[in-house]
């Protein structure tokens, strides 16, 4: 027998029982002894924790043991959590605050913060990971939780990259669309964010719709409307222009009206167009006294014809508007009869009557197409599609499709709003978006195109305006249709003005709601 042996025997042959190990005494120090967990986790529950933490930063410290951690990350987040109630509840119109955003300082900061903010939930995400302790389960629990954990650290910060590149490409479609130095010819309102608008009543824009293109030379501006807005109610009245409208008169500060004093190219007895203008005082440069001089002269004759200020212009290059009308996924239109489209007679396709969900090509045309049509047929289409698109282009469409739409407007707009005015701008628009929108084309048989009665463009102007501020019955009530000649208490010319030719007045030619004329 070796000693070995001898030592784990006793006497009698049997084995020597070894000693029993003390028990831990209980007190502190035996529970700073005691395991972390109560049960071992397993993979699943180390992934349910970490994804819950998440949406509640903490809880996964707290079911490992961690108190001080945890409490601390669910006490500062259910303290941001108050802090965005409380600023959602004490504003009265939501959207209306979230035009502050689109100031440059708020862009960069909202960009910082989303950044901050996903880099944090990643490190929340990992610390959260690590706290239950990944290394207590086998390799397989290792190698699926690392995994499924990294694709939740992507998914959690996705929002926030997501918010980031929005605001980078609002601030970049922002930069590229609107100048920074204001247009010396255009006043413009002193950078006071309490009187952004320098103390007017209404806002006057030359909408135009160009189609320039790579087979064509220069601009046609085909379509021109005047949207003039109440800036305290948002109620739009919306003129429409005739691009045929003929020998347009500019005001005695204009450079036009000393080469054309008896109005655009009135020697010749069919030419000298509204649509025309744009491109005239572009090519002729030593006329206007500098380059590009287009959108100054089409403004001051526009404006000189209704008896308006126009403040600003914006021109949309009808084929960008096609790129536009499809990142908001199409737009919704009453066709009150077929419209063939494109070829020479229209061989491309037809737009079928009745409600559609127009794309951008079909949108392009259906506001565009004279087949079996005139100008002012086209005319009435084409604010149908601006007002389609105006309600149809909610806050939720637009931002779901934000960076779409971004890209194509820095494609297709040219405005000379400058950039400070763009938050003021946004305010106006939401305010637009709920108020009462009406128009008024200046089309036969009330309205002659070759021989314009240029008084009552003026009146009609002046009337439908004054209507448009109006509550809704008492302009019932006075006939908002009415002739807009019965209300003028004398119809003479006004000595700097053009000169006033006759035209019938046996149709009604008040402003009218697009609801009403457009079925929207």
């Known amino acids: 027998m070796s000693k070995r042996d001898g030592a784990d025997t006793v006497p009698g042959g049997r084995k020597r029982r070894p000693p029993r190990r003390p028990r831990p005494a209980s007190g502190p120090a035996s529970r700073s002894r005691a395991p972390r967990f109560a049960r071992p986790l397993t993979t699943a529950s180390v992934l349910g ?3 819950l933490s998440a949406i509640v930063p903490g809880a996964a410290h707290l079911r490992a043991g961690h108190r001080r951690v945890g409490l601390t990350l669910i006490s500062v987040y259910a303290v941001l959590l108050l802090a ?5 509840l004490t504003r009265e119109n939501i959207l209306a605050s979230l035009t502050s955003f689109v100031d440059d300082g708020m862009m960069v900061m909202v960009i910082v913060i989303a950044s901050l903010c996903a ?5 929340l995400l990992v610390s959260s990971y690590v706290a239950l302790g990944p290394n207590r389960l086998n390799q397989q629990g290792q190698v699926v939780t690392g995994i499924v954990v990294g694709v939740l650290c992507v998914a959690v910060m996705a929002p926030f990259a997501f918010t980031a590149d929005t605001m980078l490409a609002a601030h970049s479609a922002i930069g590229d669309i609107f100048p920074t130095e204001t247009d010396p010819e255009v006043p413009s309102a002193a950078k006071d964010p309490e009187n952004p608008w320098g103390g007017k009543d209404r806002v006057n824009f030359l909408l135009v719709g160009g189609d320039a293109a790579g087979n064509r030379t220069g601009v046609r501006t085909d379509s021109m409307n005047v949207a003039s807005v109440d800036l305290k109610t948002g109620n739009t009245v919306l003129f429409s222009l005739p691009r045929n409208l003929q020998h347009v008169r500019f005001p005695a500060s204009s450079p036009l009206n000393r080469q054309f004093p008896n109005g ?8 000298g167009l509204l649509n025309e203008v744009w491109q005239y005082a572009n090519d002729n440069p030593q006329l206007m006294g500098g380059k590009n001089k287009g959108p100054r002269a089409l403004m001051d004759a526009v404006g000189h014809t209704l008896g308006l200020k126009i403040d600003y212009y914006a021109m949309i290059n ?3 508007f096609a790129s536009l009308v499809d990142a908001i996924g199409g737009l919704k ?5 077929d419209v063939k489209w494109g070829g020479l007679y229209g061989t491309a396709g037809t737009i079928k009557a009745g409600f559609r969900r127009l794309s951008g090509e079909q ?8 087949v079996n049509s005139d100008d002012f047929s086209r005319m009435g289409r084409q604010r149908c599609v601006i007002g389609a698109f105006a309600q149809q282009a909610t806050p939720t469409v637009i931002l779901t499709n934000f960076n779409k739409i971004a890209g194509a407007a820095k494609r297709m707009a040219q405005t000379n709003i400058p950039r400070h005015l763009v938050q003021p701008l946004m305010e106006v628009a939401v305010k637009v978006k709920d108020a009462k929108i009406t128009s008024l084309q200046f089309v036969p048989p009330e309205f002659y195109s070759g021989r314009p009665d240029w008084v009552k463009i003026r009146q009609a102007s002046r009337k439908a305006i004054s209507d448009s501020l109006r509550p809704a019955k008492q302009a019932q009530t006075a006939n908002v ?8 208490p004398t119809r003479k010319t006004p000595t700097a003005g053009p000169t006033q030719t006759p035209t019938r007045n046996s149709q009604k030619a008040g402003a009218k709601s697009l609801d009403e004329l457009c079925g929207l």
């Open 49 to 51: 924790w970490t994804a």
């Open 84 to 88: 965005a109630l409380a600023f959602g």
């Open 119 to 123: 880099l944090a939930w990643f490190a």
């Open 264 to 271: 655009f190219m009135a020697e010749l007895p069919n030419g």
């Open 318 to 320: 009808m084929y960008g």
């Open 333 to 337: 239109i009453r066709v009150e009869q």
């Open 363 to 370: 949108a392009l045309w259906y506001g565009r197409s004279r």
């Open 481 to 488: 249709s009415a002739s807009p000649g019965v209300t003028a």
